[in-house]
């Protein structure tokens, strides 16, 4: 029996058109962030990496409607998919393969359905993203959709009780993240039409978006570039103490994923203003190495809880 198979059984998924429905999940999960979906693979206890995978894959599923196609079409798209996501919440079933698999997690973890309606109460802010000017617009950006987005997920490791903490550590982390792939994928998104660099921050380093298009090698787009990558290194640094507030079981993965953003940060100052040519990856080995010492911490702890018992198969 395949890894996967012996995940779907752990969650108790056992009818034969859901755990089509979480397979079909899982490869679309796979396809976004290669890394971010191995080390959930490998980390996670094999009762929670399902919901994780549908929780993953409706998110981005929902991040492609607000993208994809043209631009004036994308609110009517967004609508009629907010449309089908609030029958499913309201009906407890959908016919669409991406909501099926994700009522059902919300069945398991009650908390989940909270979480998606607040993401439906503001992923429009993304339909409506035209860049930057200030830091302040850059921080509502992060309050308005990233993080919504990203408590999609975290909210299935949350710790049980009170968890003003732990939204804050996400808070904090995915600033970092995002900031770093704001400035990691800045040839990709001009080419699309988006500068995701607060105005005010070029103008401190007298850089102009025609700058950045046509990727000059300049002092000031040197100084722009190690500036922004700076700010995503302090905030991910602050970001660690996440890693205490999850359940025992969680924690590997929440460090690889910080170590992981680590070393992105690591290439992309390596790369310089080459990142106005194409984005940067982290160290093949370094990523390696990081999910082999947190697989053998999250064997470890398994063992010293007994089997994945840390997240029950249940939310109580």
């Known amino acids: 029996m395949s890894a996967w198979n012996q995940a779907l059984d752990a969650a108790g998924i056992r009818d034969p058109g859901l755990r089509a429905d979480y397979t079909r999940q899982r490869e679309l999960a796979a396809r976004f962030k290669r890394s971010a979906y191995l080390a959930a693979r490998m980390l996670l206890p094999g009762p929670l990496f399902p919901h994780v995978v549908a929780a993953t894959a409706f998110m981005h599923h929902s991040d492609n409607v607000l993208d994809s196609g043209p631009k004036d079409e994308r609110a009517a798209a967004y ?109 990709e998104d001009l080419a699309d039409g988006r500068l995701t660099i607060p105005r005010e921050t070029l103008e401190r380093c007298g850089v102009t978006r025609e700058d950045l298009e046509q990727a000059r090698d300049l002092p000031g787009t040197r100084e722009l570039i190690t500036f922004v990558l700076g ?17 025992a079981q969680g924690r590997p993965l929440v460090r690889a994923l910080i170590a992981l953003d680590e070393l992105t940060l690591t290439a992309a100052t390596g790369k310089g203003t080459g990142l106005l040519k194409g984005s940067a990856r982290p160290s093949a080995p370094g990523a390696v190495r990081v999910l082999l010492r947190e697989y053998a911490r999250a064997r470890r702890v398994r063992r010293e809880l007994g089997r994945g018992e840390g997240f029950a198969a249940h939310e109580a």
């Open 231 to 247: 700010q995503a290194r302090t905030t991910l640094a602050a970001s660690r103490p996440l890693t205490g507030l999850v359940p």
């Open 79 to 187: 609508a009629e998919w907010e449309k089908l996501v609030r029958e499913g919440l309201a009906g407890g079933d959908s016919g669409h393969l991406v909501i099926r698999p994700l009522l059902h997690t919300s069945t398991v973890f009650p908390r989940l359905r909270s979480h998606v309606e607040e993401y439906l109460l503001t992923a429009r802010a993304d339909l409506e993203f035209a860049g930057f000017a200030t830091e302040a617009d850059h921080q509502a950006y992060i309050d308005q959709y990233s993080l919504p987005a990203f408590m999609l997920v975290a909210c299935l490791l949350a710790p049980q009780g009170d968890a003003a903490d732990f939204r804050a550590g996400c808070r904090t982390y995915i600033d970092a993240s995002q900031r770093l792939d704001f400035v990691n994928d800045l040839a």
